[in-house]
């Protein structure tokens, strides 16, 4: 039986208004720009304000992508969620997303694989279009981190910020598509970055929240050092997989953790800049949304045929790169 092959129709994105800048933090933490700056290449980050959710960042990619594409709201299949940051505990931010979207004839449900959670999401999704189980599929990759992150802690609150993207799957054309990916997990690196409460080992407690375990944690050199490596190593299998060198490559589109991990990865490498899709400087990092606001960011300049790799490095640890051929 042959399968179908998987392409990316739309890509669509979204990030709150309010830019919590550089200047701000200053008066929040003991920090300036320039260290800001010369240390993660973050000028700025989008916040989400107000009692939101990560479901209401995700309605209006799903908006997008239905304009896009021209499609009926019925039309959808299936939604999948790449989030760690799901809008309550119980219950599907994916189908919550349905919901609010009008997504009538859609379920959906969640993958959590911290910052790699759009590249887990974007090739489970592919299965489904493969197996011919569903003719249209969104995948979206989102997080509200200002809802995880100690504003009082240096080391994690000038990295991360809120956002949302995602694209729309259908069968195509089997030269382009989603062609083949490497995903990796290696579970003795959790409590290198990792949130230590809000689980069924350790329940929040007055003493927990006290001790402020229900924010973000990391150890920032062993996980700097993990992400290279992780990313340079996928990338590597997975072009000897497909039978391609780094020249046959257009685009990198890599997780915008860090600019430092960003550069580190390009050297090791020795891929050409130009070729980076970089957008940290304005978002900061969304965790797992960056990889498709990438997309969505540097949209007009791909063209039909480009190949583009996909790369991520997350808690977990969670780590891969996919390989797509661009089809539009």
Known sequence: ????????????????????????????????????????????????????????????????????SGYKKEEI?????????????????????????????AYGYDINAACSGFLFSLFTGVQFIRAGTYKKVIVIGADKMSSIINYKDRSTCVIFGDGAGGVLLEPGDEDLGV????LKGDGSGRELLYIKTRGSKYPLTHESID????????????????????????????????????????????????????????????????KVMINIHKYGNTTAGTIPLCLWDWEKKLK????????????????????VKWAY
């Open 211 to 274: 001790n402020g375990d229900h924010f973000v944690r990391q150890d920032g050199r062993p996980v700097f050092k993990a992400a290279v490596k992780g990313m340079t190593s996928a990338i590597k299998e997975l072009l000897e997989k497909s039978n391609m060198s780094l020249e046959d490559v257009d685009w990198l589109v890599p997780h915008q953790a860090n600019m430092r991990i960003i550069d580190a990865v390009s050297d090791h490498l020795s891929f050409p800049k130009e």
């Open 1 to 68: 039986m042959s399968l179908n092959s998987a392409v990316i129709t739309a890509v669509a994105g979204y990030v709150p208004d309010y830019k919590l800048t550089n200047a701000e933090l200053e008066t929040m933490v003991d920090t300036n720009d320039e260290w800001i700056v010369s240390r993660t290449g973050i000028r700025e980050r989008r916040i989400l304000k107000g009692e939101k959710g990560t479901s209401d960042m995700c309605v209006p990619v799903v908006e997008e992508l239905i304009r896009k």
């Open 179 to 182: 062609k083949d990916a490497v």
């Open 77 to 105: 299949d299936m939604v999948i969620c790449g989030t760690v940051t799901p809008d309550i505990t119980v219950a599907d931010t994916a189908n919550t997303i349905c919901e609010k979207a009008g997504l009538t004839n």
């Open 304 to 323: 039909k045929g480009d190949n583009v790799v996909l790369t991520s490095f997350g808690g977990g640890f969670t780590w891969g790169a996919i390989l």
